[in-house]
């Protein structure tokens, strides 16, 4: 998709990190937004923003794990701005604790987030995009869909969950006409995601606090905010792989050579690669 201008994107996540940066950099493109999140209060300040500086955007509460919201969140988006071009399906959590401390709670919870999500996302919007005649999905996955890191599983189960669903997407959309779709696998990005606990749902509180998941919360949190980059890089990388339709939307350049050397594992002794993180 070349020209944006006067299109229509929606986006989860939105209120927050790089589902923010990427509905205002829409706006800035020119696009009509459509920004989705549980934050009631971070959602309209991230919709106000775009508005207050002359976009169009409408903020809808819409809880992804559950496909009648998302079904309400496009209603809303054909509603308000009669078509759906681009979608970017970003909402996401992260816990942390070893296999054998998760609960079925933990495994619902990031699972709905982070997979299910993406699943009603697709089966949703693609037939709006279809009758719009032109269009984009972008997926947020991870590196940890890329290579698995220890102490987050139901994370790691999802994201690589994600990419093959975006990579089963793309294939299906073949040479269809006009519509594409892209994976993003962020490394590390300047953002709340550390702090995912503060949207667990009370249904599923069921946590065992365990040391992992303790120095997750406190070294990936400080890590994010000390080395992460900036999410309006990841707006761009989004922005830049729709105009000119890249599959992959890798943010950290490093991560490519280690999908080398994890192939290379693979194919000459077959032994456990183990990354950047162990
Ligand atoms: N920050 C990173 O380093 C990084 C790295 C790799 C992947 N990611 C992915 O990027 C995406 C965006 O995360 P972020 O880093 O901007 O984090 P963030 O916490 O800043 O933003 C996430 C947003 O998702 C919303 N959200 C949470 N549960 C929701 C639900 N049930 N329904 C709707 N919205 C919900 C939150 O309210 C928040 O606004 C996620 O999918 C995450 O897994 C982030």
Redesign the pocket.
């Given at each position: 998709m070349q020209d944006l201008d006067g299109k229509v994107g929606v986006v989860?996540?939105?209120?927050?990190?790089?589902?923010?940066?990427v509905a205002l950099r829409m706006a800035a493109d020119g696009m009509k937004v459509v920004l989705?999140?549980?934050?009631q209060d971070?959602?309209n300040a991230a919709t106000s923003e775009i508005t207050a500086a002359g976009g169009e955007a409408i903020g809808q509460i819409?809880?992804?794990?559950?496909e009648h919201?998302i079904q309400a969140l496009a209603d809303a988006a054909i509603d308000r701005f009669g078509a759906v071009h681009v979608v970017h399906n970003?909402?996401?959590?992260?816990t942390a604790a070893p296999l054998d401390k998760l609960t079925t709670a933990d495994w619902e919870?990031v699972l709905?987030?982070?997979l299910w999500?993406v699943i009603f996302g697709v089966k949703t919007f693609l037939p709006l995009i279809r009758d719009a005649g032109e269009g984009h999905i972008v997926n947020?996955?991870?590196?940890?869909?890329l290579q698995s890191n220890a102490g987050i599983g139901p994370?790691n189960v999802?994201?690589f969950g994600?990419v093959a669903l975006t990579e089963t997407l793309a294939l299906e959309l073949g040479d269809e006409p006009n519509i594409n779709a892209s994976v993003?696998?962020?490394?590390?990005?300047?953002?709340?995601?550390?702090?995912?606990e503060?949207?667990?749902?009370q249904e599923l509180a069921d946590h065992v606090e365990t040391e992992v998941g303790e120095n997750f919360v406190k070294h990936?949190g400080a890590m994010?905010a000390t080395k992460?980059?900036d999410?309006s890089e990841?707006a761009d990388l989004v922005m830049h792989g729709i105009t000119t339709n890249q599959f992959w939307l890798i943010?950290h350049e490093p991560w490519k050579q280690l999908m080398v050397d994890r192939a290379a594992a693979l194919a000459n002794d077959g032994s456990l690669f183990h990354g950047f993180g162990g």
């Open positions: 989860t996540g939105a209120a927050s990190g790089i589902g923010r940066a989705a999140d549980i934050d971070a959602l819409c809880d992804v794990r559950h919201e970003n909402a996401g959590v992260v919870w709905g987030v982070d999500s947020t996955a991870s590196t940890a869909g994370y999802a994201k994600v993003l696998c962020p490394g590390a990005i300047n953002t709340q995601i550390a702090s995912s503060r949207s667990r749902p990936a994010l992460g980059k999410p990841v943010t």
